[in-house]
Each structure stands twice: as C-alpha cells, then as structure tokens.
C-alpha cells in the first residue's frame, strides 16, 4: 500500500477567515503538460471555492512538481521509483516572508517520470483531505502573517495615502478588511474613497465627457470602463449619472448594446443607492 506523508513549514489553525475567503494571488506551475494542466485546474477550482482570487492581492500561493527524489530502476522493465512531492509556497507580498510546505507520496512507481508525475498529482487529488489541509495553510499563514500584524497593514495603507497611490491603499484596506484591524482600516476608506473619487473626477471626468459624447460605439464603451472607477459619493458622481444614461440611450439603438446597458444600469444603481460596498466588490477592493 502507498503511503502519502505531508510535511509542513508550520502548525496552522484553520480560522474563521476561511469561511469568509481571502484576498489570494494563486500563480499555478508553469508548464504545458497534461499533468499540469490537471493540477492548476484542480488547484485553483478548489481554491476560489473558499477565496477571492486575484493577481493584486498582498498573499500568494504557487505551487510546482518537485521530482528530484526519483530514481530509475534498471532491468527488464525499467521503472522510475521513488518519493515525488508538490511544493506548494505561501508568500506575504507586502514584506516578502514565506513559508513553504510539500505534499509528498512514498514509494510510487511507474514505468516513466511522467506517469510518475501524473500518478502523484492523481493521488493527491483523490485523497480529498489535502483540501482540507491547503485550506487550513492559507488560512494560518494569513493569520500569522497578517491577522497578527495587520498595523503594519494600516502603516502601509496610511503611507500609500500619503503617496496618493489611492488604488494600492483601497486593495490594501480590502485585504485587511478581515484582520483585527479592521476598525482602523474602515476608518481609513472613508477617506481615501474621498480623495481617491476627488483624483478621478480631476484626472478623468473631461476624457469620459469626450467619449461619452463621440458618438462612436467602441469609444462609449471605454467610457463605461472609466465611469466604473468612480466610487459613489464622488464630487462627480452625479455627472457620471447623467453620462452613464447618455450613453445608454445611445447604445439601446444597437443591437450589440444590450451587455453595456445591462452594465450602466448596474453603475447607475449603485450610483443613486449610493452602494460604495458594491462598487468596492466589483473594482476588487
């Protein structure tokens, strides 16, 4: 009988955070095999289940083969052997500490290394309790890593504000929104939503103006995409409102228009309701 060991890089609770999801930047194995293939999907279908996938996010997990404790058995059939692994590793992008743990299974053998390889990834999708061991990983190393020193979080958030690189201080008060310094980090959104909405009605409202008015469909539609970076409660939002209804009025004439009514109608309600909640979700912060 095979035997699968699991080694950690340290003891983990799964908390409550886990049922929540958080903010995780999954980077599969790069590669072009099937085998590959097989275990990012499996990976990051299991993952996004449980969390909030996202390239921005301030923790990340990878994962990739680890075949180096292989050997070949010379005879009549030649047989690879040995105790291939799954390196998975967990990463605090903010400082960049990480820790890393392997899932390994004993004594497989086939008669080529990537039978090998698609024999470990097959055995440790079928042994359903490495989710649960993944997610409870993800969850301590969250925990440790930011839970326990989120201030330095609103340290980064406070100095991303000062540096008016408001989209980086939003994703960061998202992240930590879970943390025991949520408190503070709501506190901070308030005000940065406002600076933030006051920049992008400065920076972009005279360019969505252009557009909105063009009276050309691809133009319009880029619009759309700016009018969405502008939090509700803005100085602009009402104008954006307006522009948002011109441009739909446009669009209902064509036929191709119905997806980006559907998406200014969106905007508008969570313009009027005033749904800064909503509008954070959709621009993932």
Known sequence: MKTITLI???????IHVCGQGIFLDAQPVEGYTSTEYKLNDYLITALSKEHKLNACAFMSISWKLDMSKVTMLEGMNTQISGNPKIKFQ?????????????????????????????????????????????????????????????????????????????TKALQLCAFYNATTCKKETVELKTKILSEYGKQVCDNDMQKIRILANSGVEYQMVKAIDMLYKIPPKSPCADEAVKLSKTIGK???????????????????????????????????F
Request: proline share 0%; net charge positive.
């Open 8 to 14: 950690f890089g340290f003891f983990a609770i799964c």
């Open 90 to 166: 967990l990463v605090n992008k903010i400082d960049n500490t990480d820790t890393v743990f392997f899932y390994v299974a004993n004594n497989l053998k086939s008669s080529s290394k990537e039978q090998l390889a698609n024999l470990l990834v097959e055995t440790y999708i079928n042994e359903k309790s490495n989710l649960v061991i993944l997610h409870k990983m993800v969850a301590g190393f969250y925990e440790k890593e930011f839970n326990k020193k989120c201030k330095i979080g609103v340290e980064k958030t406070k100095q991303a504000t000062e540096n008016q690189d408001f």
């Open 250 to 284: 446009y669009l209902l004439k064509k036929s191709s228009g119905e997806s980006s009514n559907d998406r200014l109608n969106i905007l508008i309600k969570m313009y009027t309701n005033q749904d800064v909640t909503s509008w954070s979700n959709v621009n993932m």
